[in-house]
């Protein structure tokens, strides 16, 4: 079965990064649009990122643009997030989908994401 796993959350302190990793099995991982969302407690999940099938086309949450990079690995099954300048208005629950929209689509019809999984908690101190 398809099995999606998130990794490389943690504290860490505002102006620091991480690099969250999402590795996925059970598909033709290239053939897939990924993406990346986060969600606080309360809150709608919110789009942050989506990368397409060969990591040449990629969009971005205007809170994020500038600051975080998209890129995946197909060889590795694998998709990353690498999250500089952090801040703590992203502090949040980030999660990892695999979708079969185009990646313009993913902010706006997150439903077309088929795949998710089950969350990392990224946690930025001030």
């Known amino acids: 079965q398809v099995q999606v796993v998130e990794s490389g959350g943690g504290l860490v302190q505002a102006g620091g990064s991480l690099r969250l990793s999402c590795a996925a099995s059970g598909i033709t991982f290239g053939a897939w649009t990924l993406g990346w969302f986060r969600q606080t407690p309360g809150t709608e999940r919110e789009f942050v990122a989506a990368?397409?099938?060969?990591?040449?086309?990629?969009d971005y949450a205007d809170s994020v643009r500038g600051r975080f990079t998209i890129s995946r690995d197909n060889a590795k099954n694998t998709a990353y997030l690498q999250m500089n300048s952090l801040k703590p208005q992203d502090t949040a629950v980030y999660f990892c989908a695999v979708c079969r929209d185009l990646y313009s689509g993913v902010r706006s019809h997150p439903e077309r994401c088929d795949y998710w999984g089950q969350g990392t908690q990224v946690t930025v101190s001030s």
């Open positions: 990368i397409n099938w060969n990591g040449a086309s990629t």
